[in-house]
C-alpha cells in the first residue's frame, strides 16, 4: 500500500493552502486558534467564502454542484482548513442531509435544496433524539398525522445542535402508530419558521448554549416535504446515521490539537523545571494517540474512497465514531493535564474576543477546560459508544 500522495496531489493541498492564507479572515482564524466564541456569522462568512470559490460541497459528486474531488483531495482539503484555522462547516446541511437528499429525494426535491444548502440560504438542524429516545431512536414519538395535503406535526426534539440557528430541520417522525416501531417512521423536512415550532435553549455544562429542545405544535408540513416514501424513513435515517458517523471521527481538527498539545508540553514546565515534553512518560502518553490518529486517518481514507464509488459506509463508520470521539476526549485530558493546576478555573466571560481583564494563567489556557467539558459529548451523540460496538458486533459477526 502507498500512503504517499501524488504531485497532483501536492500541487493541491498548495492551492488550497494559498486559497486559505488569502481568503480567510483574520478574525475568524484567531477565534479558532486561540479558543475564542464562535456566533452563526463567523461560520456564515467562511461558508460564504467557499462558496464562491465553488469549494462549499467537497464531498459532494459534480452532477449535484461538488467539485467532484477525489477521495484523497477530500482529506487535504479538510486536514489544510483545520491546520489553518478555518472553522468547522455546519455538518448538518452538507454532510448529512444532502446525502439523503442525493440518494433519495425527487428530482424537483433536489433542484430545490441542494443550491440552497450550498449558498447557505438554508441553514440546517437535526431533529432525531427525543426525551427517551436516545441510543433507541426507534422508540421515538414526535408523531406526523396526514390530513389532505399537509402532515400535522406534534412532538418534541431535544439535543438539537446549533437549532436556534437553523431554519430548517429534517425530522424524523412517526407516521404509522400500528406498525413495528422500525417500520412506521418517515423522514420529514420542516421550515423552522413554521407557526407552532417553539425553540428553547438547554445550557451545557461549559455555560455555552449549542443544544436546544424543539417543540411541535400542530405544525404543518407539506406532503412534498417527505423524502422517499411514507413509514421508510428508518432507511433514510440510518444512510444518514452513516455519513455522521464518519464526520465525528474529525482527523484534521484531532490533528490541530495533537500539534497545540505539544506546543503546549513545550511551554509548561514539568516537576523537574524542565519543559513537560522532555518527561519521559508524558512524552510517550503523546506518541501514543499520535499513533492512534495516525491509524484513524488512514481508516477515515477507506470510508471516504467507499463513499465515492458510491457505497455506504459500513462497520468502518461505527470504528471511527468510536476511535474518533476517544482521541479527541484524550487530546482535551492531555491539555488539561499538561496546564495543571492553571487548567481548574473555567474563565468564561475570557471567551470573549474583546475581554480585557485580568486572565489566571497563561493566555493559551483559557479555553481549555471548557473544551474538556464539551468534549465529553463525543463518547454520547451521534450513537453512544457502547452502542456503536453493538452495531460492529451485528454487522461483522451476525450477533
Avoid at 66 to 84: M, V
Avoid at 116 to 127: A, D, K, L, Y
Avoid at 276 to 292: K, S, Y
Amino acid at each position: 500500500m502507498d500512503l504517499n500522495f501524488t504531485a497532483a496531489d501536492e500541487a493541491f493541498r498548495g492551492e488550497v493552502r494559498a486559497f486559505i492564507d488569502k481568503k480567510l479572515p483574520p478574525d475568524i482564524r484567531r477565534k479558532v486558534l486561540e479558543g475564542q466564541r464562535m456566533v452563526k456569522d463567523d461560520y456564515y462568512r467562511w461558508h460564504v467564502i467557499l462558496h464562491e470559490q465553488g469549494w462549499i460541497a467537497a464531498n459532494w459528486p459534480k452532477e449535484f454542484g461538488g467539485p467532484g474531488w477525489t477521495a484523497a483531495q477530500q482529506h487535504i482539503f479538510e486536514e489544510e482548513c483545520a491546520d489553518a484555522g478555518a472553522p468547522i462547516l455546519s455538518p448538518f446541511g452538507l454532510r448529512m442531509v444532502a446525502p439523503v437528499i442525493m440518494a433519495f429525494a425527487s428530482p424537483e426535491q433536489q433542484q430545490y435544496y441542494l443550491p440552497r444548502i450550498r449558498s447557505g440560504e438554508h441553514w440546517w438542524c437535526q431533529g432525531y433524539s427525543e426525551p427517551g429516545s436516545g441510543s433507541d431512536l426507534a422508540s421515538l414519538r414526535t408523531r406526523a398525522e396526514r390530513v389532505g395535503d399537509k402532515y400535522i406535526v406534534n412532538g418534541q426534539k431535544t439535543w438539537t445542535t446549533l437549532g436556534h440557528h437553523g431554519n430548517w430541520i429534517f425530522c424524523l417522525v412517526r407516521t404509522n402508530a400500528e406498525a413495528r416501531k422500525q417500520e412506521g417512521i418517515s423522514f420529514l423536512l420542516i421550515d423552522m419558521k413554521t407557526p407552532g415550532i417553539t425553540v428553547r435553549p438547554i445550557i451545557m455544562i461549559d455555560g455555552e448554549h449549542e443544544v436546544n429542545e424543539v417543540w411541535f405544535e400542530n405544525v404543518e408540513v407539506p406532503v412534498g416535504n417527505l423524502i422517499g416514501e411514507e413509514n421508510n424513513g428508518w432507511t433514510y435515517a440510518k444512510y444518514l446515521l452513516g455519513h455522521e458517523r464518519t464526520n465525528i471521527a474529525e482527523v484534521g481538527r484531532s490533528k490541530r490539537r495533537l500539534k497545540r498539545l505539544k506546543e503546549i508540553a513545550a511551554k509548561q514546565p514539568g516537576s523537574d523545571g524542565k519543559p513537560l515534553l522532555q518527561d519521559v512518560r508524558f512524552r510517550d502518553r503523546i506518541a501514543q494517540v499520535e499513533i492512534e490518529l495516525m491509524a484513524l486517518e488512514i481508516t477515515n481514507l477507506r470510508v471516504i474512497s467507499a463513499d465515492m464509488e458510491g457505497r455506504a459506509p459500513g462497520p468502518e463508520a461505527s470504528l471511527l465514531k468510536i476511535r474518533g470521539s476517544e482521541i479527541q476526549q484524550t487530546l482535551t485530558e492531555l491539555m488539561m493535564q499538561a496546564l495543571g493546576h492553571d487548567a481548574l478555573p473555567y474563565q468564561h466571560a475570557a471567551m470573549e474576543p474583546d475581554f480585557s481583564g485580568e486572565v489566571i494563567g497563561p493566555d493559551y489556557g483559557v479555553p481549555l477546560s471548557g473544551q474538556y467539558f464539551n468534549f465529553r459529548k463525543t463518547t454520547i451523540y451521534g450513537g453512544s459508544n457502547e452502542i456503536q460496538r453493538n452495531i460492529i458486533s451485528k454487522m461483522i459477526l451476525g450477533f
